[in-house]
C-alpha cells in the first residue's frame, strides 16, 4: 500500500491544504469562469433574458447560449483548476501528480478502462430497461450536427472536470486526511460526506429536494472512495466518474440536470428515489465485480495507514 501512505510526511501542514483549496476554488476557478461571464454579458447587453435568474441556474440557454456553448464554457473553470492544481502541488507538498494519484507508480490506465466499462455497461443496461418498460418518457432530441459537437467536447473537456474531482478528493484530500487520522474508515467517511457536499447547489438538489438528492452524491463518493481505497490508488474511480457524467452528457437529460445539452434523450420525468435503488445496485455489483477481478483484500479497510518497513532476516551466528 502506498496512495493513502505517500502523505506520511512533513508537508501536510493545515495551512498547506488550506492555500492549495482558496487558490483552486477562489483564483483558478474564477479565472476559468472568465470566459462564461463574458460571454453572459454579451447576451444580456444584446438583449437577452435579464428580468430574471433561469429556474435551472445551470440552464444557460436562458441567456440565450445554446447548450453546447454553455457546456463547454461551465467546464473551462476545471480546466483552470485542474492546471492550477498540477503547478501547486509540488511547491506546496512536494509531491507529484502521480503520487497523488497512485502514491508515484505508473498510472495504470488499464484500470481507468475498465472502471469506465463497468459502470458505462451498468449505466447502459439501466436506460435499454428504460425505454423498453417506459418509452414515453424519453424524448429522442437526435441533431447529428449538434451532437457530434457534444461528442467532441465530452471526450476531450470533460476529462479535465471529473479528473480534478477525482484527484482532488480521492486523491489529494484523502491523502491529507488519511495523514491526519491514520484511518482509512474515516478518509472514507469525511470525503465522501465532503464531496456530497460540494454538489448541495446542484439544481437536481433543489427540484427534488436536499434528503431525496444529497444521498445519491454521499454514495457515489462511498463507491469511488471504496474503489480508491481497495485499489490503491484512483484510476478506477477516473474512469467511474468520467463515463458516469459523459453517458449523462451524451445520452440522457432533462430540465434541472446540471449538464444541459443536446443529449440523444430528453428524459421527463426523474423518479430520485428510483435513481438512488439503481445507484445501490450499481454498487454492490462494481464493488463485488472490481473486487473479484483484482482480488483485494477488503480487511484492508481496517489496517491503519501507516508505512511499514519489510522486516530483515535475523543475521547468520558468526563462529569463531
Not at 27 to 36: E, K, R, V
Not at 59 to 65: K, M, P, R
Not at 85 to 91: N, Y
Not at 112 to 132: D, E, K, P, R, S
Request: net charge neutral; aromatic share 12%.
Amino acid at each position: 500500500m502506498k496512495h493513502l501512505e505517500r502523505a506520511l510526511d512533513r508537508q501536510n501542514s493545515f495551512w498547506r491544504y488550506l492555500a492549495m483549496t482558496l487558490i483552486l476554488f477562489l483564483g483558478a476557478s474564477t479565472i476559468g469562469s472568465i470566459p462564461l461571464i463574458m460571454v453572459i454579458v454579451v447576451k444580456i447587453v444584446g438583449g437577452g433574458a435579464m428580468d430574471s435568474l433561469p429556474e435551472n441556474i445551470m440552464d444557460l440557454s436562458h441567456y440565450g447560449i445554446p447548450h453546447n456553448l454553455g457546456y463547454l464554457l461551465l467546464l473551462l473553470g476545471f480546466v483552470a483548476m485542474f492546471f492550477a492544481f498540477k503547478w501547486l502541488v509540488r511547491p506546496l507538498h512536494k509531491r507529484t501528480l502521480s503520487e497523488t494519484i497512485n502514491g508515484g507508480g505508473q498510472l495504470r490506465r488499464n484500470r481507468i478502462g475498465m472502471g469506465m466499462l463497468v459502470w458505462g455497461a451498468m449505466m447502459l443496461i439501466t436506460l435499454v430497461i428504460g425505454l423498453f418498460t417506459s418509452p414515453e418518457n424519453y424524448q429522442l432530441q437526435l441533431q447529428p450536427g449538434r451532437f457530434l459537437i457534444l461528442l467532441l467536447i465530452t471526450l476531450l473537456i470533460l476529462p479535465f472536470q471529473t479528473s480534478f474531482e477525482e484527484i482532488f478528493f480521492r486523491g489529494y484530500l484523502s491523502q491529507g486526511i488519511a495523514a491526519a487520522t491514520r484511518s482509512r474508515w474515516w478518509t472514507l467517511i469525511i470525503i465522501s460526506l465532503a464531496f456530497g457536499l460540494m454538489h448541495a447547489a446542484n439544481p437536481e438538489v433543489k427540484e427534488f429536494g436536499f434528503w431525496i438528492s444529497m444521498p445519491q452524491y454521499v454514495l457515489m463518493g462511498v463507491i469511488l472512495g471504496v474503489v480508491s481505497i481497495l485499489d490503491d490508488g484512483i484510476e478506477l474511480a477516473l474512469g467511474i466518474h468520467f463515463i458516469n457524467n459523459a453517458f449523462f452528457a451524451l445520452f440522457t437529460t432533462h430540465s434541472f440536470s446540471s449538464l444541459q445539452t443536446d443529449a440523444l434523450f430528453e428524459v421527463k420525468e426523474i423518479n430520485p428515489e428510483m435513481e438512488l435503488i439503481w445507484m445501490i445496485i450499481y454498487a454492490v455489483v462494481a464493488i463485488t465485480l472490481l473486487g473479484r477481478i483484482y482480488r483485494w483484500d477488503f480487511s484492508i479497510m481496517n489496517r491503519k495507514v501507516a508505512i511499514h518497513t519489510p522486516s530483515l532476516p535475523p543475521l547468520p551466528h558468526q563462529h569463531e
